[in-house]
């Protein structure tokens, strides 16, 4: 919505199989254009399609998802998102589906997105894409202290460790304080995010980085509202 867009990790669950791409991308610019009509719905969703890569929009349009790639959903999805221009965008591995070129064109997209104003947090495994595109970046080091992520962190120079307290300020996107998740594994309880804060100012790029299992995505749908913290 205009507040924040959510790009998740699996493109095909943001999608209704039964409707064509065009009319599912125009909903999406309904929701912040509410008397905008028919030919600017369409010409918005073309000019999106456009920007995402797609050289026959029009034919994209007229598409369902499941005659598409995974890695077409995938930009399916960040058009989705940049239709509606959020003030804050969380994405959730957004370019794990994508060819190299197609990686390139949307994190280039997330950077044009955050140099107009638009604050973006990034989850990725990939620290080359954390580093491409933020001026923070924040390793999970999970439950495992595995060889991956030692390297991960020996390699972060800007922003070492988990999360750490920062100072608020009133013009702060977002400001998590103290937030932490606990799940129960049969008998066993799994610490999966411990004493998490942050603040995110308008225009920054905040990444978050770790291995499998770490709680970057568990951490992004508590934001996103999707889970409840403890």
């Known amino acids: 919505g ?31 254009n509410r008397t905008s009509g028919k030919r600017e719905r369409r010409r918005a969703v073309l000019n999106v399609l456009n920007l995402v890569g797609f050289s026959d929009a029009e034919h994209i349009y007229n598409m369902y998802p499941g005659e ?24 959730d591995e957004p370019c794990s589906s994508l060819d190299t070129h197609s990686r390139l064109l949307v994190l280039n997209l ?18 080359r894409e954390a580093e491409y595109l933020t001026e923070e970046v924040i390793s999970f080091d999970g439950k495992n202290k595995s060889d ?13 460790g988990l999360l750490q307290a920062v100072t608020a300020s009133d013009d702060s996107v ?7 998740k606990t799940y ?3 008998r066993k309880y799994v610490k999966a995010l411990d004493n998490i804060s942050f603040d995110l100012k308008p225009g920054k790029v905040l990444g978050v980085v770790g291995a ?9 749908n508590i934001i996103g509202g999707l889970d409840r913290y403890d």
């Open 184 to 186: 129960k594994n049969g």
């Open 148 to 160: 991956y992520n030692r390297e991960l962190c020996s390699v972060i120079t800007k922003n070492r």
């Open 2 to 32: 205009r507040k924040i867009g959510y790009l998740l990790q699996e493109p095909y669950t943001c999608f209704d199989p039964l409707m064509k791409v065009g009319v599912q991308l125009e909903e999406s610019y309904c929701i912040v």
């Open 174 to 180: 977002l400001k998590v304080r103290g937030l932490s």
């Open 212 to 220: 499998e299992g770490s709680g970057k995505t568990t951490l992004l």
């Open 110 to 127: 997330f950077r044009q997105y955050v140099s107009n104003g638009g604050t973006l947090i990034i989850i990725t495994h990939d620290i």
């Open 68 to 91: 598409l790639s995974g890695g077409m959903c995938q930009r399916l999805m960040a058009a989705n998102v940049f239709i509606q221009n959020p003030e804050l965008i969380i994405a």
